[in-house]
Structures are given as structure tokens and as C-alpha cells.
């Protein structure tokens, strides 16, 4: 996937891959598989369901890799395909690849300031523009645990992973009242600062 856009294919996997996650008796299933191998009859069982639907969820669970089955006498056996699972975990719920969901045209002035400025979890610049270099920090302040207290060099090593300049970042959240420092120590002082 890109991290642009995605195809039609793409957007389609994505879509029966939350199909698939959004109905409780298959989300059940997938605990019962990740506990051991199972039959139709099996998990009918324990999730008092006939066995037509859960051969149904099974079907849909298929369609996508996420199960395998095997024959066993004149037993299918399902087992939680894994490796498919951690695929798509990685693939699917990628965050540029959940951003290229919605069409840039599609996206809030804030979600677009975000995803230009905002790469893989690092500021990779300061935007100009004031009201974009507010919603920059403002994201960041997001980030801070509001219940910690932090000396200089904590802060200064925390900011440093999300860009370099550690000591600009420092002095826009201190000038934006999204930070208070006394003495040396720095704390959160409020979850939502508004946007100039």
C-alpha cells in the first residue's frame, strides 16, 4: 500500500478485513482459534450458534487468509492463520495507510497541516504559517503524559524524538501554555490549548 492513495483492491481488503472484525461471533471465533484448533462443531458449541452460520462466519474468515482449514477423517479442523494476522496488522493498520483512507480533499485543515508535516511519528519541519505551526505543536502537546513531571534534559531527550531541535520544540510548547516550567521542571498544563 502507499502512502498516498489506495487501490480500489486495496481499499477493498481493507473494507472485508473490518467485515470481518466487526461482527462479535467471528471476533469470538478468532479468540476460541487463538487458543487451539477447532471444528465447526466445535465452536457451534461454544458459541451456541448453528453450525451453518459459524461455517458462514469460518467462510468470510477464509476469504481473507485469516483461517486455514484441514481435513480430518470427516472433520474440517480451523486453525487462526497467524502469519496473515500479523501481516495485516503491520499492512493494514499502518498509520499512512489508514491516513490514505480519506482523499486529501476529504480531509480537515488540521488532518492536512498533520499528515504534511507529521511523518512516522516525527515533526519533520516547523511550518511558517503560524496557525500550521499551532497545530503541529498542538499535536504534540497531545502526546505528553499530563501527569508527569519532567526535569530539562527528561523533556529535552523526550522532545528529541520527535525532532532534533529538541530546544525549539521546548520553547513552542512553553510559549503556547501547553507547558509550565518552575525550577527546572516541566509539566503539562492543560489538555486542549486552542488554536490561534
Not at 498516498?4 to 481488503?13: G, H, N, P, R, V
Not at 525549539?168 to 521542571?185: F, K, N, P, Q, S
Amino acid at each position: 500500500m502507499t502512502q498516498d492513495t489506495l487501490s480500489a483492491a486495496q481499499f477493498e481488503q481493507l473494507l472485508r478485513f473490518f467485515q470481518v472484525f466487526s461482527n462479535e461471533s467471528r471476533l469470538k471465533i478468532i479468540g476460541y482459534l487463538a487458543n487451539g484448533n477447532r471444528s465447526v462443531s466445535e465452536l457451534a458449541d461454544l458459541l451456541q450458534l448453528k453450525e451453518p452460520t459459524v461455517s458462514h462466519h469460518l467462510s468470510e474468515m477464509k476469504e481473507i487468509g485469516l483461517v486455514d482449514v484441514r481435513a480430518e477423517g470427516n472433520m474440517r479442523i480451523y486453525q487462526l492463520n497467524t502469519k496473515t494476522l500479523q501481516a495485516m496488522s503491520k499492512d493494514v493498520f499502518a498509520q499512512p495507510n489508514l491516513a490514505a483512507l480519506v482523499k486529501p480533499s476529504e480531509m480537515t485543515d488540521e488532518e492536512r497541516v498533520l499528515r504534511t508535516w507529521v511523518k512516522n511519528g516525527r515533526i519533520v519541519d516547523f511550518p511558517v504559517q503560524e496557525k500550521k505551526k499551532q497545530i503541529v505543536i498542538r499535536w504534540l502537546a497531545g502526546q505528553i503524559d499530563p501527569d508527569r513531571r519532567w526535569t530539562e534534559k527528561e523533556f529535552s531527550e523526550w522532545l528529541s524524538q520527535y525532532n532534533e531541535d529538541y530546544a525549539t520544540l521546548r520553547r513552542y510548547l512553553v510559549d503556547g501554555d501547553y507547558m509550565a516550567r518552575e525550577g527546572g521542571i516541566y509539566w503539562r498544563t492543560q489538555e486542549d490549548a486552542p488554536i490561534l
